[in-house]
């Protein structure tokens, strides 16, 4: 997998780029604020369809038009392909429109063309954070890997809406005497359906990451055993799903559901979130990364781009060079820094290095 040819059209503050990264490590260098983190961003959203990062799509438009476009080109396999996302601003918001190879697709029909493993700041409290980063750690994985899931999470997010919705209405008594109960069982029929696809991949994902996660963690942290468990709804989700109706009537919203599943982090038998020290989170949070990267190659066939954003600087020796170990074993690398100090002088030496100042990106050298 690789990256051949990105172009960016007034996306943030690139007005205009082209780029041809290497197909080995590219270290891209400069200060804070100057376009480092937007660069990795879109090269995220051609295998994610829509930003890692961004709460409204309208936030990746730049100053320059209405508009904004990403284009690349993509190896995989033996076949190259085009990729190509472009939004439009229709009033407060911005419409989305993607093509592969010349023809329109639906957002969820981008993944799975492009892959990538995406290692942001933000990632280091993983295991400290609250169950929403560890929900969207399986989603961002599995959207690229697992047939229809990308279908199923906007699925889910209907089915919550509208049940949801009509929770708030039937509990007011809005309608009368026409909106019964029985208004909702089409939606709890979905969720059961849907939620049960979902819950099914994210569980098997989890037993192919735990492995591989402490494989990593072990050979980082020597003498710690990492083990991640998936807590998921009740294994009788139509059953779970009609017992919390009253419950749900009451609050007005879905109790149950993959939308409040959690992956526990557990160091020698005690829960990382509460017992761990920060070193010892950041490094389960590496060997997570890590063993992400491996079920994606695994899966796919061909190992992702690795995307690494300004994290080495906050690793400390150990688990800067367990992660430096992974970059420097082949693939297509993107990372950025503020400065190359966190580098060996090897992997500059045989890097593609690049400077980024105010949305223009330069070679170094």
């Given at each position: 997998?690789?990256?051949?040819?990105?172009?960016?059209?007034?996306?943030?503050?690139?007005?205009?780029?082209?780029?041809?990264?290497?197909?080995?490590?590219?270290?891209?260098?400069?200060?804070?604020?100057?376009?480092?983190?937007?660069?990795?961003?879109?090269?995220?959203?051609?295998?994610?369809?829509?930003?890692?990062?961004?709460?409204?799509?309208?936030?990746?438009?730049?100053?320059?038009?209405?508009?904004?476009?990403?284009?690349?080109?993509?190896?995989?396999?033996?076949?190259?392909?085009?990729?190509?996302?472009?939004?439009?601003?229709?009033?407060?918001?911005?419409?989305?429109?993607?093509?592969?190879?010349?023809?329109?697709?639906?957002?969820?029909?981008?993944?799975?063309?492009?892959?990538?493993?995406?290692?942001?700041?933000?990632?280091?409290?993983?295991?400290?954070?609250?169950?929403?980063?560890?929900?969207?750690?399986?989603?961002?994985?599995?959207?690229?890997?697992?047939?229809?899931?990308?279908?199923?999470?906007?699925?889910?997010?209907?089915?919550?809406?509208?049940?949801?919705?009509?929770?708030?209405?039937?509990?007011?008594?809005?309608?009368?005497?026409?909106?019964?109960?029985?208004?909702?069982d089409p939606w709890n029929h979905e969720l059961v359906r849907i939620g049960s696809e979902i819950v099914d991949a994210r569980a098997k994902a989890v037993r192919e990451l735990e492995p591989e996660a402490a494989r990593c963690h072990?050979?980082?942290?020597?003498?710690?055993?990492?083990?991640?468990?998936?807590?998921?709804?009740?294994?009788?989700?139509?059953?779970?799903?009609?017992?919390?109706?009253?419950?749900?009537?009451?609050?007005?919203?879905?109790?149950?559901?993959?939308?409040?599943?959690?992956?526990?982090?557990?160091?020698?038998?005690?829960?990382?979130?509460?017992?761990?020290?920060?070193?010892?989170?950041?490094?389960?949070?590496?060997?997570?990364?890590?063993?992400?990267?491996?079920?994606?190659?695994?899966?796919?066939?061909?190992?992702?781009?690795?995307?690494?954003?300004?994290?080495?600087?906050?690793?400390?020796?150990?688990?800067?060079?367990?992660?430096?170990?992974?970059?420097?074993?082949?693939?297509?690398?993107?990372?950025?820094?503020?400065?190359?100090?966190?580098?060996?002088?090897?992997?500059?030496?045989?890097?593609?290095?690049?400077?980024?100042?105010?949305?223009?990106?330069?070679?170094?050298?």
């Amino acid at each position: 997998m690789r990256l051949r040819r990105l172009r960016l059209r007034n996306h943030r503050n690139y007005a205009q780029l082209e780029l041809s990264p290497g197909p080995g490590v590219n270290v891209f260098i400069g200060p804070n604020g100057q376009g480092k983190t937007n660069l990795l961003e879109a090269v995220a959203m051609l295998a994610l369809s829509s930003s890692p990062r961004a709460r409204r799509e309208l936030e990746l438009v730049g100053p320059a038009g209405p508009a904004s476009r990403i284009e690349a080109e993509v190896e995989t396999g033996e076949s190259t392909r085009e990729l190509v996302i472009t939004l439009n601003v229709e009033g407060e918001r911005a419409h989305r429109t993607i093509e592969v190879d010349g023809a329109r697709r639906r957002a969820f029909d981008l993944p799975g063309n492009f892959r990538v493993t995406l290692f942001w700041p933000d990632d280091l409290g993983l295991v400290k954070g609250g169950p929403e980063g560890r929900r969207r750690f399986l989603n961002q994985m599995l959207v690229q890997v697992e047939p229809g899931y990308a279908r199923a999470l906007g699925g889910l997010r209907r089915v919550l809406e509208q049940r949801n919705s009509l929770l708030k209405r039937i509990a007011s008594g809005e309608g009368g005497q026409n909106m019964g109960q029985d208004m909702l069982d089409p939606w709890n029929h979905e969720l059961v359906r849907i939620g049960s696809e979902i819950v099914d991949a994210r569980a098997k994902a989890v037993r192919e990451l735990e492995p591989e996660a402490a494989r990593c963690h072990t050979r980082i942290a020597a003498g710690e055993r990492l083990e991640i468990r998936y807590e998921g709804p009740p294994e009788n989700l139509a059953e779970a799903v009609n017992n919390s109706l009253a419950e749900d009537l009451r609050r007005g919203t879905t109790s149950i559901g993959p939308h409040r599943d959690d992956i526990r982090v557990v160091l020698d038998g005690k829960e990382a979130r509460a017992y761990a020290s920060q070193g010892q989170q950041r490094t389960a949070v590496v060997s997570l990364k890590l063993a992400e990267a491996a079920l994606i190659e695994r899966r796919a066939g061909e190992r992702p781009v690795l995307l690494l954003d300004d994290v080495l600087s906050e690793l400390d020796g150990e688990r800067r060079a367990a992660l430096l170990e992974e970059v420097g074993d082949g693939g297509q690398v993107i990372v950025t820094s503020v400065e190359a100090g966190p580098f060996p002088p090897d992997l500059i030496a045989r890097a593609m290095v690049w400077t980024v100042n105010d949305g223009r990106i330069e070679p170094c050298g």
